[in-house]
């Protein structure tokens, strides 16, 4: 399938009308809707229909602050761009697709916070698209992110050439277009089909919305002085008129913080009830705490990462935090590097996300690495100053070995003799 057939195609599937034999179809994962040419999901509902979306996923202090921590990582990260030299590499710093990643994104944007918007778009809706500017040589030059709840991928596949991929997007300015893979930036997160990414919103909004409604509840509990449930109750029969006419009078009066805990004067043998709700014994506290582990579970967030220090001690904080390094963002670093190096790398190079910051100890267990790593000959003085971002001293790219003090490839100095002279031996003992 040559080039024109695939534009072909391209344009009759956006009118609905493509051939059975060359017919494009929308990707689907087993969240969106497979027979749709677009799937928006600007609205997730879970199994009790209850609508959830992100400005009420991160209305839950612990969503808010795992997405903001999981981001502000990956976004500090550098990816550098290297050409394979021989069995090493060489970093090409001044690519214009290594800028994009390096310092800015575009005219407006740095790149910190594409990086961000990468990993929160990944995080909560499955996908991340950008729009590729390119230069008078077709160079990438520029990336504009693009809304994740409006790209939809659509594919079309043969025998002679496989998947080809689409993307029916609305653009920053407001129009709608089909997008071809060298038009758009498109990276899928988890994915049970390689083409659209889980979506967290739809998959565990059961999840964020019982940790919405708990705090719901606690502000409405608090907003009402504490004050449970009110039955008000009669010998006589109320006539349905007046049933809502008593209500609405009890609200206006005694409801609210400012109204709440004032004297009521009831008349009709009317005595007041309260429905009594004992927050101790429904364990709202511990359920509140529980909201916080699910949402460190639904993020690959340890816990104490969130303030949730309940089970924390000084040895395990330790290795969850080495563990946030290995079981999370790892994979999200080699996700982001692949498609970039798929999109944008030229024959012989690719990307690669440096997250040697994150595993810095303190300054002591700093030191202690650097002069085994200088003794065993792993790594040279200036190589451990730009680690530390110092400026290279003179004679600091020698490679030492054994102790330190002996530079690799020369002959170690002969040992200095430091004893005194022998006397010399006198006439008598000559004769």
């Not at 709202?284 to 916080?292: A, C, H, K």
């Not at 040895?315 to 798929?342: C, D, K, P």
């Not at 430091?418 to 006198?426: G, M």
């Amino acid at each position: 399938m040559g080039m024109l057939d695939r534009a072909r195609a391209a344009i009759d599937g956006w009118r609905g009308s493509a051939a059975s034999s060359g017919a494009i179809v929308a990707g689907a994962d087993g969240l969106n809707d497979p027979g749709g040419m677009t799937v928006l999901n600007l609205l997730g509902r879970g199994s009790a229909g209850v609508p959830m979306c992100e400005a009420r996923a991160l209305s839950v202090p612990a969503v808010l602050r795992a997405l903001e921590v999981l981001c502000g990582l990956f976004a500090m990260t550098p990816f550098h761009y290297y050409r394979r030299v021989g069995d090493g590499k060489e970093r090409i710093d001044y690519a214009p697709q290594a800028q994009i990643f390096l310092t800015s994104a575009n005219a407006v944007q740095p790149a910190f916070l594409l990086k961000e918007l990468m990993l929160g778009d990944l995080l909560m809706c499955g996908r991340f698209g950008s729009y590729i500017h390119r230069d008078a040589l077709y160079r990438p030059s520029a990336l504009s992110r693009l809304l994740p709840t409006a790209i939809a991928p659509v594919h079309h596949w043969d025998k002679a050439d496989g998947l080809e991929m689409f993307y029916d997007a609305q653009l920053p300015d407001g129009s709608r277009e089909r997008l071809s893979r060298n038009d758009i930036f498109y990276v899928p997160g988890f994915s049970r089909d390689g083409l659209c990414g889980i979506d967290r919103l739809k998959l565990l909004g059961n999840t964020f919305e019982a940790a919405a409604s708990t705090n719901e509840f606690a502000a409405r509990f608090w907003d009402n002085n504490a004050q449970p449930s009110t039955v008000l109750t009669t010998k006589g029969k109320v006539a349905p008129d007046e049933k809502l006419k008593i209500r609405n009078d009890w609200q206006q009066r005694f409801s609210g913080p400012r109204n709440a805990g004032a004297t009521a004067v009831l008349d009709q043998e009317m005595k007041v009830e309260f429905l009594s709700v004992n927050n101790k014994e429904s364990q709202f506290v511990e359920t509140r705490g529980f909201s916080v582990v699910e949402v460190s579970r639904a993020f690959g967030v340890p816990p104490h990462v969130l303030f949730e220090l309940s089970r924390a001690t000084f040895s395990n904080i330790e290795q969850q935090s080495l563990e946030l390094y290995l079981y999370t963002m790892l994979g999200h670093f080699e996700r982001a590097a692949a498609y970039m190096t798929h999109q944008f790398a030229e024959p012989g190079c690719f990307f690669e996300a440096l997250p040697e910051a994150m595993l810095k100890g303190d300054i002591a267990t700093r030191y202690t690495a650097y002069q085994i790593a200088i003794d065993k000959g792993i790594l040279n003085p200036n190589e451990v100053r730009r680690r530390e971002n110092l400026n290279d001293r003179p004679g600091g790219d020698e490679y030492r070995v054994g102790s330190g003090s002996q530079i690799e490839g020369q002959q170690p100095a002969k040992p200095v003799d430091h004893r005194p002279p022998a006397p010399a031996p006198s006439q008598e003992e000559d004769e």
